[in-house]
């Protein structure tokens, strides 16, 4: 298996470079496929300018071999070769936008279980904000207030991103809504990456995690590391 990493937003800038950087490591150096999936920037036509500011921070970052999949509905999404080249990759990405968007695009694609081979190959799967909501068994849709079942790569756990921002304004809502699944709240420039082969989460960046579960609310900071028991499903 390889690794995760959930990342909170305000990615390529500032302190997102500490947990990019580590993803990096991790897959295999600076030389190792880099592929962005810009599908979640789809809805409001941003795919293109947000994927080529990934493009430029992982290059700034020292990266050699990045690029932006044209992964942005559900046609190119069962297309073999945009398939082909995931599962080839070393680490993917998936930005922010929409997340609702992005979890129909992707639900029983031939591109997902691309994601899921390269995911057992040791690749590295990383999501900021939208991208990140949907690897997770629910995620919350801000455009409809409702809840939805996520992609299920990390069972019972729901992102909070931008959660010092506003992502922290959902958790009265979402106590309520799923009473036993944990809220995972990330900071903005913050991201938890996890390590299979130890079963164990660790936060990089500038702010922290915050679970919220069975009536406790614990934070993590910079360099802490913490374990969810039974949550990082095996394929």
Not at 145 to 165: D, M, T
Request: proline fraction near 5%.
């Amino acid at each position: 298996m390889g690794y995760l990493l959930l990342e909170g937003g305000a990615e390529f800038g500032g302190r997102m470079a500490d947990p990019d950087k580590q993803a990096m490591t991790l897959a295999g150096g600076p030389d190792v496929p880099i592929t962005i999936i810009p599908a979640a920037a789809a809805p409001d036509h941003n795919h293109h300018r947000a994927g080529q500011n990934g493009v430029g921070w992982f290059h700034r970052l020292g990266a050699t071999h990045v690029s932006v999949l044209p992964l942005i509905d559900s046609a190119s999404a069962d297309d073999p070769e945009v398939a082909k080249t995931l599962t080839k990759s070393k680490f993917i990405y998936l930005l922010g936008g929409f997340p609702h968007y992005l979890a129909q695009v992707l639900n029983g694609s031939r591109s997902w279980q691309a994601i899921l081979t390269a995911y057992r190959s040791g690749a590295v799967i990383a999501g900021s904000s939208a991208g990140a909501m949907v690897l997770c068994e629910f995620y919350y849709d801000p455009m409809s207030s409702q809840i939805f079942k996520g992609l299920n790569l990390v069972a019972r756990i729901c992102v909070l991103p931008h959660h010092n921002a506003f992502g922290k304004d959902w958790v009265p809502r979402l106590k309520n809504q799923l009473p036993n699944r944990i809220l995972f709240g990330i900071d903005e420039e913050t991201g938890a990456l996890h390590d299979t082969s130890q079963d164990n989460w660790r936060v990089y960046g500038k702010g922290n995690i915050t679970l919220y579960h069975s009536g406790h609310v614990d934070k993590f900071g910079e360099g802490q590391e913490f374990i969810l028991q039974n949550a990082v499903r095996k394929f």
